[in-house]
């Protein structure tokens, strides 16, 4: 057995486990495997270990990967952020979208001829150039005009916890978050928070998307 299937079991081995303890079902629980800097051959290795989502988070990394990787069931998610120029083209070939963040990508969006999945990013830091809206007014506004859209169906919210902060505290936040967005939108349940350091976590504050990548790939090639 390689050493990426060893953390792969290893890491949904856990994943059970920390479910378990949280009173879930390991079931309701999305691990994305975040592939960006690693070649399309790990991907068909992690298919065969049972692996079927996968994440990218640069453009012109994933469009080429995709394309060698087209006979194998995968469902992709663009984990990074999402230029508006580059909306349409991301969602060809990722299917979940997981940094809606601004009015001109959804508008990028609302021109697409198939349907695709997205969250909302919450901004948990006080840098405004960070990705991300900031507070709830924001997200709901935004929540409104995907919504007026006819193809993007809203999953959730999504965020990455500040490497400053307390990660049990920042998916308090997002939790909460997430209660206010349904208030408005009973079908936007999803929660895409976690990821390597701090899945567990995010587990126990409702996470329903795991974006886990080097507890399970290893570090990125040198020549990444």
């Avoid at 349907?115 to 990705?131: A, H, K, M, Q, Y």
């Avoid at 490497?163 to 349904?182: C, K, N, Y």
Wanted: with cysteine.
């Amino acid at each position: 057995m390689t050493e990426v299937a060893e953390r792969w079991r290893a890491i949904t081995a856990e994943l059970s486990a920390e479910c378990a303890r949280a009173g879930r079902s390991a079931d309701d629980v999305t691990l994305v495997v975040v592939t960006k800097f690693h070649p399309a051959a790990m991907v068909s290795e992690l298919f065969t270990e049972g692996a079927r989502h996968f994440g990218e988070s640069r453009h012109q990394d994933a469009a080429p990967k995709v394309a060698e990787l087209t006979e194998l069931d995968l469902t992709w998610h663009f984990v990074g952020q999402i230029q508006s120029n580059k909306a349409r083209a991301i969602a060809q070939y990722a299917s979940v979208l997981h940094s809606l963040d601004r009015d001109s990508v959804v508008d990028a969006l609302a021109k697409l001829e198939h349907r695709v999945s997205g969250f909302i990013e919450l901004n948990l830091t006080d840098d405004p150039g960070r990705g991300g809206v900031d507070d709830a007014n924001a997200m709901l506004q935004l929540a409104e005009r995907i919504a007026s859209t006819e193809t993007i169906d809203l999953l959730g919210v999504m965020a990455v916890a500040p490497q400053e902060a307390d990660p049990e505290e920042a998916f308090e936040r997002v939790a909460t978050m997430s209660q206010i967005l349904l208030q408005s939108h009973p079908n936007a349940t999803s929660i895409s928070t976690g990821m390597s350091a701090d899945w567990q976590q995010a587990i126990r504050h409702g996470a329903t998307h795991l974006r886990v990548g080097t507890s399970i790939t290893g570090k990125r090639p040198i020549s990444g």
